[in-house]
């Protein structure tokens, strides 16, 4: 029987399946709007995390930023990550033939600590992230007073 998620992921320190699990509608819209922009890339989240394990993922908000890497850029960035050029090499081939409207190639960058997923098979696609938070786009600007909000709804 294998622990639950916060149990297993707490005993072995790798909190990112968590952190996407809660994160997956900004993921997807950055995804999909970076592709219909700027075409085929990686979606890249900086995250600020002080103690993974004290992290309740569930009501917490945790600290990141998101942008969309296009794939003339990535070379370059992947080697300020001090990244092995086979798994750069690797990585731009899997942006070259993954299905953008289906997957999302996301890179969590924690402390200059590289983690890079594939994510597919996903039950919300980069589409429906992107139009979800489209309809909603007012609940995800945080940086807004509720003041504000009501004003731009008018």
């Known amino acids: ?3 639950q998620d916060s149990t ?3 005993c072995f320190g790798y909190w990112q399946i968590l952190f996407i699990r809660e994160n997956l509608l900004p993921l997807g819209h950055a995804a999909w709007q970076g592709f219909i922009t700027q075409g085929r890339g990686i979606v890249v989240c900086d995250v600020v995390l002080v103690d993974a394990e004290s992290v309740d993922w ?5 600290e990141y930023t998101l942008r969309f890497v296009p794939l003339p850029n990535i070379s370059a960035y ?13 990585l731009i081939a899997t942006v070259q ?3 953008p409207a289906q997957a999302i190639l996301l890179l969590i960058n924690e402390n200059r600590r ?5 994510l597919q098979n ?7 992230c992107y139009q979800q938070v489209q309809r909603r786009w007012v609940e995800f600007q945080l940086d807004q007073s ?8 008018l």
């Open 58 to 62: 569930n009501s917490a908000i945790v």
């Open 8 to 10: 297993w992921q707490g």
């Open 1 to 3: 029987m294998r622990p």
């Open 146 to 153: 509720p003041g504000d909000l009501y004003e731009q709804r």
């Open 122 to 128: 996903l039950k919300v696609s980069p589409i429906d």
């Open 97 to 99: 033939t993954y299905e």
């Open 78 to 90: 992947l080697k300020s990550l001090s990244l092995e050029a086979t798994l750069i090499e690797r």
């Open 114 to 118: 590289a983690d890079i997923n594939l």
